[in-house]
């Protein structure tokens, strides 16, 4: 389990989160939903240790590991897709897929991992040797998403994965999110598209200035008139 517990994430002198407290679950798929500037990936980032905590505590299976270093955060099982992609265009797919697995661990299992990423993504074993900066926007999200895969994460954090695509590979990318879960990998969802997020959850938060407005099962959370306005236009 991975549990964030008063967790507060400061920009300087402003507080991005406060007081925030999440949890995943082994094998659990969650969603953090909320408008922009929300501070979901802020949230997001400190849980993969790349933003300072100012305060409370980032515990996995009953360890404490607020203040590791991010790559400690990696050796716990923990890998993110960040926001953006943020591929090296220059170097190949392979190349960028390969760069996930620089752990010791995953290294052992790199041609496993390859085998499994082109499984998810099909269209990838096609451009192997092509600049990750010539593909679509769609097909790098799926290079980044299988950089982290190479890792062999137990938690995988997803920040808005659906963001820019069109609707249609939107749909790919949260087809292969399902199926990554039902592999026994734990999945930590920020998303702006609600109703799709919420219909792959099994859990779900909702985020407003920094702080836990909601949270709950995705029916329970999508009957609630105030998100149904706010989140899902009705």
Known sequence: MYEVSNVAV??????????????????ELVVVVGPNGAGKSTLIN????????????????????????PHRFCDRGIAIVPEGRRLFANLTVRENLELGSYRA????????SLLRVRALFPVLAERMNAPAGTLSG?????????????????????????LGLSPMIAHEVFRAIREINAE??????????????????????????????AEGEPTALMSRPEIQKAYLGH
């Open 105 to 112: 661990e995953a290294r052992k299992m790199r041609a496993d």
């Open 46 to 69: 400190a849980m993969a240790g790349l933003h300072a905590v100012a305060s409370g505590r980032l515990v996995v299976d009953g360890r404490d590991i607020t203040g590791d270093p």
């Open 184 to 213: 026994g990998v734990a999945v930590l969802l920020v998303e702006q598209n609600v109703a799709m997020a919420l219909e792959l959850a099994r859990r779900g938060y909702v985020l407003d200035e920094g702080r836990v407005a």
């Open 138 to 162: 769609g097909q790098q999200q799926m290079v980044a998403i299988g950089r982290a895969l190479m890792a062999r994460p137990r938690f995988l954090l997803l920040d808005e994965p659906s």
């Open 10 to 27: 400061n920009y300087g002198a402003a507080a991005a989160v406060a007081d925030v407290h999440l949890r995943i679950d082994a094998g």
